[in-house]
């Protein structure tokens, strides 16, 4: 797809632009009205594309489970190996449409991997995760990222030492939540390993107080991410933190998204592997 358009609909899915000025845009680029219209469902994600694990996998146990964070419930969606045997624990952190399937998927394929995922709804103080993409980025605006990554640190440690857990606890998270899981690496010092996949880094002067192991993944044409790599790299060699950071050349934002029309399998498929290579290491007992 035209990078244009990509770039465009990146600015829209962040805030940038308002629906209407994005059709209006959309329909300068494509020629005409009729023609951003068309482009429109080529667009959003689809969500028929997200179960790569069955929801009833039978290697897998699955449920909804709820924690307190400073007095609100938040439901996640929990999927771990099937047993008793105790398995290091993974938050997962959605992008900003909620939890949706796309996300739970993902919590299974690290269930698959070995590890007790919990998948957040960080929207849960507001209703919880909606159907509809557009109200759910809308919800997720009206959050406050303070407050929000404090709750996804009290995942750390109340789910961290859940039932069947092992006690070492990692955290990964994508776009939105991968901002937000480098918040809980600057605030929570019990979390032991981070994953960012494309991720609004913290500022240089928070990052002494990061505890965790990190592993951070960039698209190579996410301009507005990227832009933030050379300061937060430089904090994290200066304060001699543990991390690696992965740019792939020629990819988008959101290109792990496997339903979204960003997605790049090859990029993927790498940083899923390393991703998995890097937890098992950080997280083994």
């Known amino acids: 797809m035209n990078q244009q358009i990509i770039d465009l609909y990146d600015r829209f899915t962040h805030g940038e632009l308002s629906r209407r000025a994005f059709v209006e845009r959309l329909a300068e680029i494509a020629g005409s009205t009729a023609a951003a219209l068309a482009l429109l469902p080529l667009l959003t994600n689809e969500y028929a594309r997200a179960e790569t694990v069955a929801a009833n996998d039978p290697r897998l146990d699955t449920n909804t489970v709820y924690y307190k964070a400073a007095g609100t419930e938040i439901a996640t969606y929990l999927a771990r190996p099937k047993g008793e045997a105790p398995c290091p624990t993974v938050i997962v952190v959605h992008e900003n449409r909620g939890l949706n399937p796309h996300i739970k998927d993902i919590a299974r394929r690290l269930a698959l991997a070995g590890f007790c995922a919990f998948a957040v709804d960080m929207l849960s103080p507001l209703g919880g995760t909606p159907a509809d993409e557009d109200k759910a980025r ?13 709750h996804i640190a009290s995942a750390v440690t109340v789910l961290g030492h859940a039932p069947g857990a092992s006690g070492k606890v990692g955290a990964v998270g994508f776009c939105w ?83 979204s029309s960003r997605y790049d399998k090859a990029a993927a498929g790498l940083a899923w592997q390393r991703t998995i290579a890097f937890l098992k290491r950080e997280l083994a007992a």
């Open 138 to 150: 809308a919800m997720i605006a009206k959050l406050d990222p303070k407050e929000t990554a404090h």
């Open 177 to 259: 939540g991968g901002g937000m899981v480098n918040r809980v690496a600057v605030i929570e010092p019990s979390l032991n390993a981070a994953v960012a996949y494309y991720g609004v880094q913290p500022p240089a002067t928070d990052v002494p107080k990061i505890k965790a192991a990190l592993l951070l993944h960039y698209a190579g044409l996410d301009e507005r991410i990227d832009a933030g790599i050379p300061a937060f790299e430089a904090a994290l060699k200066a304060n001699h933190k543990k991390f690696e950071i992965d740019v792939y050349p020629g990819v988008n934002h959101a290109f792990n998204n496997d339903t």
